[in-house]
Every structure is written in C-alpha cells, then in structure tokens.
C-alpha cells in the first residue's frame, strides 16, 4: 500500500506559475498526474516512468508543465508555467504497479487526496 500526499497547490494570476509536489510514502513505478474541475471528468495532465527517460502530457498542457520525479525522495513534481483559467482545478497524483505511461485513471493503484489549483484572469 502507497500513500500519496499531494502539495503546492494555490491561487495564481494567469501567466503565473505553480510547483506541484506528491510525495509517496514508498517506491513508486510509473506516476502520473491528473485533474478535476468542478462538473467534469478527472483528466489525464502528465505521466512519468521511474527512470524518468520518458514522460507524457495531455495536449492542453504540453509546452507548459513539465513532470519531474526525484526516486530517493519518493517524490513526483508538476510544474506549471503560463497557467491559464481553464487550468482551475484539483489535481490530483496517482502511482501504478506498472513501470510505464499510463493516461488513464483506470490503470492507477493509489491516489493522493488533490491540491486545488485556481488560477484567476
């Protein structure tokens, strides 16, 4: 069992920038990042293997957030630059037994509780 803590979420001008960060209270594998927006469904925004050779995103984000991870902390990070309203939301960070990119929610074993992220115009 992997408990997830998600961190770093907050109010933001649009154009402004936001670190996310998710701490994992044991070895994770393939990692991803995910988001809800109120009346919505929770939305793939990034995925990353452990070795960190490859990462995914969602077309809306690519260019702006970048997912980063640090194994000796158990730690996986989100940054997001040139953040947009439309970016308002809980994200949330979610881990799976599979070493691999996964974009759908289906495919995670553990989730963390979310950060809010609102970002105002």
């Known amino acids: 069992q992997v408990q997830l803590a998600e961190s770093g979420g907050g109010l933001v001008q649009a154009g402004g920038s936001l670190r996310l960060s998710c701490a994992a209270s044991g070895r994770t594998y393939g990692m991803g990042w995910f988001r809800q927006a109120p009346g919505k469904e929770r939305e793939f925004v990034a995925s990353?293997?452990?070795?960190?050779?490859?990462?995914t995103y969602a077309d809306s984000v690519k260019g702006r957030f970048t997912i980063s991870r640090d194994n000796a902390k158990n730690a996986v990070y989100l940054q997001m630059n040139n953040l947009k309203p439309e970016d308002t939301a809980i994200y949330f960070c979610?881990?799976?037994?599979?070493?691999?990119?996964?974009?759908?929610?289906?495919?995670?074993?553990?989730w963390g509780q979310g950060t809010q992220v609102t970002v105002s115009s």
């Open positions: 990353i293997n452990r070795s960190s050779a490859i990462t």
């Open positions: 979610a881990a799976a037994a599979l070493d691999a990119l996964l974009s759908r929610p289906s495919r995670y074993d553990y």
